[in-house]
């Protein structure tokens, strides 16, 4: 028998490379933790199928077939991503209910990518942070407007509930529960058999800068066209209120209202997306990227792409240079 059980939630539109990877991952943590240690705890994985308004039902279990005739409270139970939009409020509300009642059970609910909609659904989110891919934030934030989302962290571990960001995060999930269950030996041996970067990425290490255009107040729209076109070069408060019409105050308080930034911040975020790509696709130096995107001082530069996105600018030519 296993001394931690982990379920994987079958919901439509689950991402099945995701489900089948993660019960890979356990299943070689096991084999490492047991050839390590023979009295080392072992790790029980079993699928769950929701199926409309009727409970999940055990599809697999790896004790074997007699064990699925019976479910078994789990210790995590684990909402993979979607390649499909985010599940619908209506479709989740039963699957959103017999998650709720688990939670009070005890098991940890942890969510990857789009799977963390479902768990919003439940209600449990109300006052905490968590993360989902970068390019679903907006339209979380929307749906969930009593929690709190920081797309710039790949996992956010809140004891009893954990999300993970991106549709590939499913690896760091599955070491950070490797690391919880089995320890960081293990975690960190079953990180170099699958040749995969132990838990410590930032989701800011991969998004792009994606401004909010579709918020209805024309003047801000007019300032942000201005701002995309000289590429945040061009962000004084006198030019930006004038292009888009009104009263610098008014400017600042409207600009933040519809884009969710200061328009100075809004500004270095399109510096720093063009740095991005200097830093990818080209061979010059930081000093004349800093330059090329309108920093004459190289260390503010340095200071200003680190904050942003979580790496200094030759880390980043580092890992993502083409």
Known sequence: MTDARI??????????????G??????????????????????????LQADGAAAPAVVFDSDGPAEVREQKICDVLILPPSLEPPIASEAALSLAGWLRERHGEGSVLASICAGAFLLGETGLLAGRTVTTHWTLAETFGNRFADTQIDIDRLIIDNGDIISAGGLMAWTDL????????LGPVVMARTARMLLVDP????????SGFVPRLNHGDAAILKAQHFLQANEGKEAR?????????????????????ATGLTA????????VARAQELLQFGQLPVER????????DPGAFR?????IVGLSPSEYRQRFHA
């Open 303 to 307: 200071k200003i792409f680190l904050r």
């Open 22 to 47: 993660l019960a890979d991952l356990f299943q070689v943590a096991g084999r490492i933790a047991q050839d390590a240690n023979p009295d080392a705890p072992r790790l029980g994985v079993h699928h």
């Open 289 to 296: 990227v800093a330059w090329e995107v309108g920093y004459s």
């Open 264 to 271: 100075t911040d809004y500004a270095q975020r399109l510096r």
């Open 174 to 181: 599955g070491l950070k529960l490797v690391d919880r269950f």
């Open 199 to 206: 838990p410590g990425r930032e989701q800011r290490y991969y």
């Open 7 to 20: 379920g994987i939630v079958l919901y439509p539109g689950v991402q099945m490379s995701a489900v089948l």
């Open 237 to 257: 408060l006198s030019i930006l209120a004038g292009e888009a019409g009104l009263e610098q105050r008014t400017f600042l308080r409207r600009f933040q209202k």
